[in-house]
């Protein structure tokens, strides 16, 4: 199995105001980004959105895009709330196909493709530490507080040594 994968890339959320997720949604379009509904995860070209909260939106851009908030917040305008959380939240990618087994001992979460497939995205605890899970089609994506990077890196490659 491979060693957790450390990826950085722009992190913006997006909140909509209340009553406001379709308006919002068609203001991200012409970023090319879609709002999946919650608990799922939206692939594009660089870019990805996930949900784990209702009315919000994580917008994951693997460029790391200098202004992407700003342009986040310019298509959004009065839309909804933009927080730039790229210097907040650290990732790693998790691959092998032991990853999932090895990263249950953790978590909190039925990691099994059939209960946690591609596509799904959820909040939960592992290793004593609030994480957002991703299941993506190159892997695991593990984002967390860039507070606790280390205690989480360093339980990763612990759980995940060969």
Same mark, same amino acid.
């Given at each position: 199995?491979?060693?957790?994968?450390?990826?950085?890339?722009?992190?913006?959320?997006?909140?909509a105001?209340?009553?406001?997720?379709?308006?919002?949604?068609?203001?991200?379009?012409?970023?090319?980004?879609?709002?999946?509904?919650?608990?799922?995860?939206?692939?594009?070209?660089?870019?990805?959105?996930? @949900? =784990?909260?209702?009315?919000?939106?994580?917008?994951?851009?693997?460029?790391?895009?200098v202004d992407?908030?700003?342009?986040?917040?310019?298509? =959004?305008?009065?839309?909804?709330?933009?927080?730039?959380?790229?210097?907040?939240?650290?990732a790693?990618?998790?691959?092998?196909?032991?990853?999932?087994?090895?990263?249950?001992?953790?978590c909190?979460?039925?990691?099994?493709?059939?209960?946690?497939?591609?596509?799904h995205?959820?909040?939960?605890?592992?290793?004593?530490?609030?994480t957002?899970?991703?299941? @993506?089609?190159?892997?695991?994506?593990?984002?967390? @507080? @860039?507070?606790?990077t280390?205690?989480?890196?360093?339980?990763?490659?612990q =759980?995940?040594?060969?």
């Open positions: 199995m491979s060693a957790p994968e450390r990826v950085r890339f722009s992190i913006v959320q997006i909140a105001w209340r009553g406001g997720d379709a308006t919002l949604a068609a203001r991200l379009q012409p970023l090319g980004c879609e709002l999946p509904p919650l608990g799922r995860a939206w692939f594009g070209a660089g870019r990805t959105v996930l @949900s =784990v909260q209702p009315h919000r939106w994580l917008l994951l851009d693997a460029a790391g895009e992407f908030a700003n342009r986040c917040r310019e298509a =959004v305008a009065d839309a909804g709330a933009v927080v730039d959380l790229t210097a907040a939240r650290s790693w990618r998790l691959h092998g196909s032991m990853a999932r087994q090895r990263l249950a001992a953790g909190r979460l039925d990691l099994a493709p059939s209960a946690f497939p591609i596509g995205a959820a909040a939960t605890t592992i290793a004593q530490v609030h957002t899970l991703l299941a @993506s089609p190159e892997g695991l994506l593990l984002l967390c @507080s @860039s507070s606790v280390r205690h989480v890196e360093a339980w990763l490659e =759980v995940l040594a060969d």
